[in-house]
């Protein structure tokens, strides 16, 4: 700017007048058109950053909407199936596999099963869409008949025997198919130990997406409902982190890393912001952000009202996640911005 000039006072109307001003910089040449303002964007989503949830039940024909996730559904294989074709058709290239089985037990046999959901809809998936990236969700909380993410004793989850059964459901989706083994549980040393039996068992070649900093947020209501996860007494506070601690959080991803993470993940994304640029500055690796139930719910309900222009406020959303250092998102809005990014203009 030039120097600055104090405002004189105008005798005839006996009011100050500012002097005129003009700017050394003009900021808002680049912002004069539509084009000039696409050709020196700074951050661009790619459908190949965004990966579409599925929660899978038993039976056939079952497609039951989830009621606080408009467009989001329960559904069998065979309809899975059919969405995950309208998903490829869109140009999406990963799908992240919830399941919910018939029965849950103490030990989460459910979860290791050769036949289990998640393994039985990642060959289908495999078999139909060959070159689709299957991302299998590691944990123990939608097959445990108490809800928690672990082994439980005296109203206690126990870390070092859960890793057993993490390890060992790890290795039956990698033998299913799955391309990526994304464990969620948040137990310390799982990371390791999943990477250890996966390597025992000929799938040394198969990557870890490892939810490194998932923090115990109240957003996660909605997919609690669509998993049928919530925990039967207390809740999850002793094992996902606590949201005032952004320090922990790096230390979380610093450890998965150590034990053989090959993507770290923030989980949820929007008020993680920090977190997820401070991961982008400590480490190469790629960083994965998950969207979660509650920030695509409070969208949806937003839009219902007429209060927000939906397609502009979840662009503007995902584009400040992948500009806050986020190579890759997991949202249930995937579908709809795979849309969205093929309209012209």
């Not at 900021?27 to 579409?52: C, D, F, G, N, W």
């Not at 909407?65 to 059919?82: A, R, T, V």
């Not at 890793?163 to 990698?174: G, N, P």
């Not at 960083?287 to 309900?301: D, H, L, R, W």
Request: glycine share 6%; net charge negative; charged share 25%.
């Amino acid at each position: 700017m030039k120097e600055t000039v104090a405002a004189e006072l105008d005798k005839t109307s006996n009011k100050y007048v500012l002097p005129r001003v003009t700017p050394d910089m003009r900021m808002r040449r680049l912002r004069s058109k539509a084009p000039l303002r696409a050709m020196v964007r700074e951050t661009h989503l790619r459908l190949e950053q965004l990966i579409y949830p599925f929660f899978i039940v038993e039976g056939k024909g079952i497609k039951t909407p989830i009621k606080s996730m408009p467009g989001i559904h329960q559904q069998s294989i065979d309809e899975m199936l059919k969405e995950a074709e309208e998903a490829v058709n869109l140009g999406l290239s990963a799908v992240l596999l919830f399941g919910i089985p018939s029965s849950k037990d103490s030990q989460a046999s459910g979860a290791w099963s050769d036949d289990g959901i998640v393994q039985r809809a990642t060959r289908e998936l495999k078999k139909r869409f060959p070159d689709l990236m299957v991302i299998a969700d590691t944990c123990l909380c939608e097959y445990m008949d108490h809800g928690h993410c672990g082994l439980v004793h005296d109203g206690k989850v126990l870390n070092d025997p859960s890793l057993e059964i993490l390890a060992r459901s790890a290795v039956s989706q990698a033998a299913a198919g799955a391309d990526i083994i994304a464990p969620s549980d948040m137990m310390d040393g799982r990371i390791a130990a999943i990477r250890a039996a996966l390597d025992a068992n000929g799938f040394e070649n198969i990557p870890i997406m490892a939810y490194s900093a998932k923090f115990s947020s109240a957003l996660y209501g909605p997919f609690r409902e669509a998993a049928e996860s919530a925990p039967q007494f207390g809740d999850r506070k002793s094992y996902q982190m606590d949201p005032a601690n952004g320090r922990e959080a790096l230390r979380e991803v610093e450890l998965d890393i150590q034990e053989g993470a090959d993507i770290v993940m923030i989980k949820p994304a929007l008020p993680y912001l920090d977190v997820i640029s401070q991961t982008r500055n400590l480490t190469k690796l790629p960083i994965a952000a998950y969207n979660v139930s509650g920030e695509y719910s409070m969208v949806k309900a937003a839009a219902a009202n007429g209060w927000i222009d939906e397609q502009k406020v979840v662009m503007e959303c995902l584009t400040g996640i992948v500009r806050a250092g986020a190579d890759l998102v997991i949202t249930y809005h995937a579908k709809d911005v795979a849309q969205w990014l093929k309209q012209p203009g």
